[in-house]
């Protein structure tokens, strides 16, 4: 039952409703325009917009997506100046970004209702899947690449569980990675600054008649937030191919390794203390695609990772913890003598196999359909967070497809559906229905509606935090799941329209959207749970399901560029939160709303001809709680600014930058102890023909 109601916008969407209002008028007019004219050539439906295949796994120009999407190129990422991938998500409509909850762990949320497990996004790296097998999370440092490794990111703003699964219950992130034709050769690049961020990048790439590939090695280091243990250091290695097996048949694989220490983010307690962990990942992904013609094509893809966090640690002498003689511990704990009590919170190792199959088809007459299969076997082993030391398994089971169905030059229907079984959790299915009408050339109104479903991970099923005597009995219980989660829901609905004027020289996507969650999984405090002794707190934190959330907004992003020389890209989200919360929820005993009401970007890029390039970004986010470990947060804007030379010597180009963020005044990210300051960076890149 919910016991806890809070919202803030005291059921008023006023300027949401306006907006709405506006666009059904609009619709209305442009529609009686629009077929009393002949109908649309195909040539009037080509439009300059770019293609993506993150939204339905068809590739197709944004304008026939059923979902709103944001495509971040390679203009886009160079002007920002960011060093750091998560970074680049602060230019999408609807996005935060927080740096960092606990080792360097930096969490990227669409709508927030977030803490710093942000494991309701699907993140895919040419394919292969980046998300964590026990929590769910993203650990972008350890990606195996850095920003300049890529080409373009689509990020789908709304449910992609049709298309990617469970994971990707709000959206997904697919990263797309430059091949060995976009800088054939040697290139280096390194940069350095504020914090002791130091990071380095050598690559080559190679284009051959049969096989091209690109390589690279990657360093990055990092001391954080002054005065918070979240210091990293990653060493990382990264091998992509691409084989023509035949005219019709290519093999693509990708191999990768990752290393180095993690800067815990304790806060000096006995249970959570402060120094670093070791942890390193490994992975390998082949796909074999075999093409009959154009839009007729199968592949086949086999993904395999390892990861292994090495976080033992010694939290002390039981007597010293308690402040008494070891003669007096048998006395205080019947049974019991005095011993070391050792902490493992994240020490664990997870191994993961990915299959998938997928075909791609042309119905006819405008039609295109495709459909797949994957099973996914998660393993992981000595999982002591979750009172366990053996091994536990998930296996996956998912079946989908969408079709893509033009009524005529007008009108183009999207259809998705898949169902989705584990062992942990019954089946369920998720589906998205859309439609696109065509006003104008360049100019298209949709509407779409989905229903997602995610399922828990394993750590979220069995997480059970606590420290123990050495034969296993519970000393201090900090967190724990009585009985395993049910799935989330999510039902949105949208009204979008993506427009172009001037040959595509500006461009707009605006969306009006209301999402509805239900049996959402949240942290809720039991004050009441028996326990030898407190030392981090009064009882225990349990996860259960029983919150719901509606969220009522519009998002808008605009691409101008304003002559040659000139580009700007713009977003800006405002959403309206009901919160509904279980009795204790940590989510609603915050001030803030876990969603933020104004989120905004700024980008402007300016050539000035000579090699010489100037960007400025400014970035805002309104007053959100980020849950549980994070807390309320005052809002914030912050501007960054980046000047660039480019030379050009012997046939090679050198590129110069001086990189400053947040020039003003401090602020904060995630939680109080993160306090950004003003940081100042130099990067150099050199690419050798």
Known sequence: MLEWNRSTSGGEFSPVVLWATGILSGLSLFSNVVLAKDRLTEEDLLTDLPMVVAATRLPQPVTDTPVAITVIDRQMIDASGFLEIPDLLRLVPGFQVGLSWRDHH?????????????????????????????????????????????????????????????????????????????????????????????????????????????????????????????????????????????????????????????????????????????????????????????????????GMSSVEEDDEFKIGLLSDLLGISPAQVPLVFPGQQDQQLVGSFYNFDTKRLDLEFQQLFILGHGHRAVWGMSYRKDTVDGISNMGKAGRETMETYRISGSAEYRLSPLFLVNLGATYEDNNHHKGDLSYRLGLNMTLIKGHVVRFSIAESRRHPFLGEHMLDLAVRFNDGTVLEQIQQIPQELDSEKLRSYELGYVGSWIDGAFTVDAKLFREELENEAGYVSDPDFPELVSVVNVGSIGYVNGGATEIVGIETGIKWQLNSQTHLWLSYALSEVDQHCQALDFRCAHKNDATPRHTASLLISHDFGRGWQVSVGYYYLDEMAWTLWGGDMESYDRIDMRIARTFNFGGSDLKLELIGQNLGSDYKEFNQRNVFETRTFVRATVQFH
Request: proline share 4%; net charge neutral.
């Open 106 to 302: 930096t969490v990227v949320t669409y709508h927030g209702q977030s803490d710093g497990l942000s494991r309701r996004m699907q993140v895919l790296i040419d394919g292969r899947v980046a998300v964590g097998s026990l929590f769910g999370i993203v650990d972008w440092d350890r990606l195996g690449i850095v920003v300049d490794d890529i080409a373009r990111i689509e990020v789908v703003r709304g449910p992609s569980s049709v298309s990617f699964g469970s994971n990707a219950f709000i959206g997904a992130i697919n990263i797309i990675t430059r091949g060995p034709y976009d800088n054939p050769g040697w290139r280096m690049s390194a940069a350095t600054g504020s914090r002791d961020m130091g990071i380095t990048s050598v690559q080559y790439s190679h284009v051959g008649e049969k096989f091209d590939y690109r390589a690279s090695a990657n360093y990055f280091h990092t001391h954080g937030f002054s005065g918070v243990n979240d210091e990293a250091t990653v060493r990382s290695g990264r091998f992509k191919g691409h084989y023509q097996v035949s005219a019709g048949t290519a093999l693509d694989f990708q191999l990768g390794h990752a290393e180095g220490p993690w800067g815990r983010g304790g806060f000096s307690l006995p249970v959570d203390p402060v120094g670093s962990k070791d942890a390193s990942e490994k992975y390998g992904n082949f796909r074999l695609t075999q093409s009959a013609s154009p839009g007729n094509e199968w592949y086949f893809q086999v």
